[in-house]
């Protein structure tokens, strides 16, 4: 199984900037995708940001041009650097892997909190 560390969720105003980190552990050396998710209550989780053990990444439409993910695929570590924030980023934030035989793992989760 796959554990994760993840930091740096917290508050911010709208405009402002905050950069998630996730560490994964445990069963590791298969893991091809790492990314994040995000989830308000009431809704869908939804796909913010991936990135590949080769460096190919894919953003949601609506933080494209505002977020950036980058990692170290040696290390499994993700960021997620999340600049001009807006109301609608609220949510609580979930990293996640996926394994070449399928598996995927959750983290967590880090509160991510943007107003005025």
């Known amino acids: 199984q796959v554990q994760f560390v993840e930091s740096g969720g917290g508050s911010a105003q709208p405009g402002g900037s905050l950069r998630l980190s996730c560490a994964a552990s445990g069963s590791i050396s298969s893991i091809y995708v790492m990314g994040w998710y995000r989830q308000v209550p009431g809704k869908q989780r939804e796909l913010v940001a991936t990135?590949?053990?080769?460096?190919?990444?894919n953003y949601a439409d609506s933080v494209k041009g505002r977020f950036t993910i980058s990692g170290d695929n040696a290390k499994k570590l993700v960021y997620l650097q999340m600049n001009n924030l807006k109301s609608e980023d609220t949510g609580v934030y979930y990293c996640?892997?996926?394994?070449?035989?399928?598996?995927?793992?959750w983290g967590q989760g880090t509160q991510v909190n943007v107003s005025p």
């Open positions: 990135i590949t053990s080769i460096g190919g990444t």
């Open positions: 996640y892997s996926r394994r070449l035989g399928g598996e995927g793992s």
